[in-house]
């Protein structure tokens, strides 16, 4: 009986292990999933956010050339969709003020690409702040405010380039879907591309001139995410209505 009572007890404790270590998988999944999610973070929690907790971002970058982006407002406008961020390199934001000002007009939210097309992978720190601050004199200059976002120019950054961003008080945004329409490969193909975009999904588009077909695209994009039912959202507006908590990826 005393032997029983022994056997009875270790099973109970290794239980009430597994018990444990189940809800903390559990725990583990659901805040994978949930809130911002950073693509990378370091140990003091700055962090590059790629999707959110709910509803779906269109992204547009915006490097070079003045034929696109307009056709691409104008797709927009037509299918009334309120909500879009564009992300401006600030030295063709300096070039194409009228734009930029159309931009501002239709409600769409801005972020920066930086000044140059640099990829910040091959620079020393010094040249990432002067390329982040050159970029904000311009939008100051050009009075757009309350610019809270960056993305890396190439897409390409590391935990330097978080910590810069962050001393200038920039969040860095990166996305979870490319459309990959920078590569023309049919109005089709880049449909099917954002098609694959869930709940909570930053979509990479371009409104540059390199991408060609992008603004052909667009109805077919919104028409998918109208049949399932996504709200579109600005980034920030995505990232103020999720969940603060994040997990760190090393």
Request: hydrophobic fraction near 40%.
């Amino acid at each position: 009986m005393k032997f029983f009572f022994v056997l009875n007890g270790k099973s109970l404790k290794s239980l009430s292990l597994i018990l444990i270590a189940a809800l903390f998988t559990a725990w583990f999944l659901y805040m994978e999933n949930v809130g911002q999610i950073p693509v990378f973070s370091t140990k003091d929690s700055t962090k590059a956010i790629y999707r959110g907790e709910k509803d779906l971002a269109l992204t547009f970058n915006i490097g070079w050339g003045d034929e696109k982006a307009e056709p691409i407002l104008a797709v927009l406008e037509k299918e009334n969709v309120k909500s879009a961020t564009f992300f401006l390199s600030g030295s063709w934001a300096e070039r194409h003020p009228d734009i930029v000002n159309h931009i501002v007009k239709d409600g769409y939210e801005i972020g920066m690409l930086g000044y140059d097309y640099v990829d910040y992978l091959d620079v020393e720190d010094a040249k990432i702040a002067k390329d982040i601050s050159k970029a904000q004199e311009v939008f100051t200059k050009l009075n757009v405010k309350n610019i809270k976002l960056l993305r890396a120019p190439t897409g390409h950054f590391d935990e330097r380039t978080l910590n810069i961003a962050k001393r200038y008080g920039y969040t860095v945004v990166h996305w979870k879907v490319d459309s990959k329409d920078w590569q023309n490969p049919g109005v089709d193909k880049i449909a099917e591309n954002v098609s694959k975009a869930e709940n909570g999904d930053i979509v990479l588009l371009h409104a540059s001139d390199s991408a060609k077909q992008t603004a052909k695209a667009l109805p077919l994009i919104l028409a998918d995410i109208r049949h399932k039912g996504l709200k579109l959202v600005s980034v920030s507006d995505m990232i103020a209505n999720g969940q603060v908590q994040s997990k760190e990826i090393n």
